[in-house]
């Protein structure tokens, strides 16, 4: 291993050392040797930095943060300590598959842009069913924030980013920091704002390179309603979206946030959010629609059952290895 890593890794993870230190294994088994994973302790830990040291591996520092400032703040700090070219974030309950900083760093390097933003498919792994996502990848011409909002189905996961997919310059990390504070969309967010910088270009790897487990009896970010929060950030990021990726968002997203209060008021309120700032289209309706009429349990019955596949294991990882919201 040279003293200059080729890409950094980074990981946040708070108490739980268990998926952290499985996390790092998969960065270390890659079949690109040359990394370094940087793995960002969301305030004082100690099983879990004892948990990392027993890896024994001399890529893996540590970073222990004096008090908690949530995954995103944990992200920039990683960033800002990385010492490769490229930097990809993992997710601590996440996995990666061996080949996928090899497949990434070849597609960044032969792109010929000067900040390209390396995505790939992932394996959503849920306690029914395995389905891959994204299912279709960005069309010509198509608004990047229309290719992650709009759906072409009732199903999330047509157009999908997400951060354990992505890897990019460690100067692009640096440059556009996630946002801290904010508890949902976070990649969604961070893909918007980067992607707006000159030179910058979204990049996909078409084959599936991370496992993300979707536990659905486990507490995480993702499964947080934070709406008004949500709604906020939308207004605010106004710029960043098409009038019809407005709509798309406000009539899946915040309507799979709202849609447990069962409260007609906000109902009513999204289709007003929808109408007055974007455009939607039928299938938008449809889908808030579908969305309230629902129970979460049917819903995710159904998106397994139509966009999923029997649950495959995961390639294994070998140390050894040489230089769909609703």
């Known amino acids: 291993?040279?003293?200059?890593?080729?890409?950094?890794?980074?990981?946040?993870?708070?108490?739980?050392?268990?998926?952290?230190?499985?996390?790092?294994?998969?960065?270390?088994?890659?079949?690109?040797?040359?990394?370094e994973v940087i793995v960002v302790v969301d305030g004082p830990d100690e099983a879990t930095v004892k948990a990392l040291a027993e890896i024994g591996d001399p890529r893996i520092e540590v970073i222990v943060l004096p008090e908690r400032g949530k995954a995103p703040n944990a992200r920039n700090v990683g960033a800002r300590h990385a010492r490769g070219r490229w930097t990809a974030m993992l997710d601590d309950d996440d996995e990666w598959l061996p080949t996928k900083l090899a497949v990434q760093i070849g597609l960044a390097e032969a792109s010929g842009v000067p900040d390209p933003v390396v995505a790939c498919r992932m394996i959503n792994r849920t306690p029914r069913a395995d389905s891959v996502m994204p299912r279709r990848l960005p069309a010509p011409g198509e608004p990047i924030s229309e290719y992650f909002t709009v759906?072409?189905?009732?199903?999330?996961?047509?157009?999908?980013?997400?951060?354990?997919?992505?890897?990019?310059?460690?100067?692009?990390?640096?440059?556009?920091?996630?946002?801290?504070?904010?508890?949902?969309?976070?990649?969604?967010?961070?893909?918007?704002r980067a992607l707006r910088e000159p030179g910058t270009e979204l990049i996909y790897a078409s084959e599936p390179l991370v496992l993300w487990h979707q536990?659905?009896?486990?507490?995480?970010?993702?499964?947080?309603?934070?709406?008004?929060?949500?709604?906020?950030?939308?207004?605010?990021?106004?710029d960043l979206f098409t009038p019809r990726a407005y709509a798309a968002f406000t009539l899946s997203v915040l309507s799979s946030m709202t849609a447990p209060t069962r409260d007609v008021k906000l109902f009513r309120?999204?289709?007003?959010?929808?109408?007055?700032?974007?455009?939607?289209?039928?299938?938008?309706?449809?889908?808030?629609?579908?969305?309230?009429?629902?129970?979460?349990?049917?819903?995710?019955?159904?998106?397994?059952?139509?966009?999923?596949?029997?649950?495959?294991?995961?390639?294994?990882?070998?140390?050894?290895?040489?230089?769909?919201?609703?």
């Open 1 to 35: 291993m040279s003293p200059e890593p080729d890409v950094s890794v980074v990981i946040p993870t708070c108490n739980r050392p268990e998926l952290a230190v499985r996390a790092a294994r998969s960065a270390l088994g890659q079949t690109w040797r040359n990394l």
């Open 215 to 238: 536990d659905e009896d486990r507490d995480r970010i993702s499964l947080q309603n934070p709406w008004r929060e949500q709604l906020e950030w939308l207004r605010a990021s106004r």
């Open 151 to 192: 759906r072409r189905g009732l199903f999330y996961g047509d157009g999908f980013i997400q951060t354990s997919t992505i890897l990019a310059s460690t100067e692009l990390w640096r440059r556009v920091p996630f946002t801290v504070g904010l508890r949902r969309q976070q990649e969604l967010d961070w893909a918007l």
């Open 269 to 326: 309120e999204l289709l007003a959010e929808a109408r007055g700032q974007g455009r939607p289209g039928a299938l938008d309706y449809l889908t808030h629609l579908q969305i309230w009429a629902l129970p979460p349990s049917m819903r995710h019955r159904l998106r397994d059952l139509i966009v999923g596949r029997p649950k495959s294991p995961p390639q294994p990882q070998d140390d050894r290895v040489p230089a769909d919201v609703d």
